[in-house]
């Protein structure tokens, strides 16, 4: 059965087409439907978003030089003069309150008025807001406001775009800032978009406040088997493709290797684990 997070995917493929044509459909949000892809279906393999390492010995004017493809990359895909940014590295910091957890008992803190208090040591030791919710914590790239009034929630990416298999998975950022946003608002935001600048694409997503508040219990269950798995020590190795880029297989037991004593979890933490009766 198909994943329901991947029916309204949006895939702008631009790279694929004359500079005319790139520049008309990247610049037209109403390019395209949902699920629709450009010319060719994908970008060149080169053209994917490749990691392009510089080497140690070429300094800032290699760095410099790779930024300078990537902004290019950019005003193929934009054009910032018709874009109307509210707020570019926002901090979103809210604790999620009894409307998206139900049952998960909050305090008066809680809420978009009074959020967990913010600061160097905010969050620090703890997982949980002063009301008791999860606390939600992080930067969005840019936050647009839509001619409608609605919201888009942009975020920059300059690695490999996904497969489509991958695509769903890849929106997991922007519906944890877009979960955020509902918590502090109270407003789903129209559109969530990645934009792949070394693949000349972007995925775009439109979610809904039901989504969310499943995504709400989705994460509040996730926090608490990472919690689970950091008291016990139970660290259950899983072998994938990515292990070749791994330097430490002769300490995993996927390998036959044997990991070092666990020092145990924080002792700051003294939230209590859910009971499991």
Do not use: N
């Not at 198909?2 to 949006?10: C, E, I, K, Q, S």
């Not at 803190?109 to 009301?131: K, L, N």
Request: charged content about 25%.
């Amino acid at each position: 059965m198909p994943d329901p997070a991947v029916r309204d995917l949006t895939v702008r493929d631009l790279a694929a087409t004359d500079s005319a044509g790139r520049e008309a459909a990247g610049r037209d949000p109403d390019v395209g439907g949902p699920g629709a892809r450009g010319p060719g279906g994908r970008a060149p393999a080169a053209e994917q978003g490749r990691d392009r390492p510089v080497p140690a010995d070429a300094g800032f004017a290699g760095w410099l030089a790779s930024v300078h493809d990537l902004v290019e990359a950019y005003f193929v895909l934009e054009d910032p003069a018709a874009v109307e940014a509210e707020s570019v590295e926002l901090l979103v910091e809210t604790e999620l309150g009894p409307a998206l957890l139900p049952g998960r008992e909050t305090g008066p803190e809680t809420g978009p008025e009074t959020g967990p208090e913010t600061g160097p040591d905010a969050g620090s030791g703890a997982e949980r807001g002063p009301g008791g919710g999860l606390l939600l914590r992080g930067f969005v790239d840019r936050i647009d406001v839509l001619p409608g009034g609605g919201l888009r929630v942009v975020d920059y990416k300059t690695g490999r775009i996904p497969h489509e298999s991958g695509e769903a998975a890849a929106m997991f950022q922007l519906k944890f800032y877009a979960l955020a946003l509902l918590q502090l608002r109270g407003t789903v935001p129209d559109e969530l978009r990645l934009l792949y600048l070394p693949a000349g694409q972007w995925l775009s997503y439109s979610p809904d406040a039901d989504e969310l508040r499943r995504f709400a219990r989705v994460l509040d269950a996730l926090w608490t088997a990472i919690r689970t798995a950091g008291r016990e020590g139970d660290f259950p190795p899983r072998r994938s493709g990515m292990c070749r880029f791994c330097r430490h297989r002769e300490r995993c037991p996927e390998w036959g290797g044997t990991p070092p004593p666990y020092p145990g979890w924080p002792s700051t933490d003294d939230e209590p684990l859910p009971d499991d009766g």
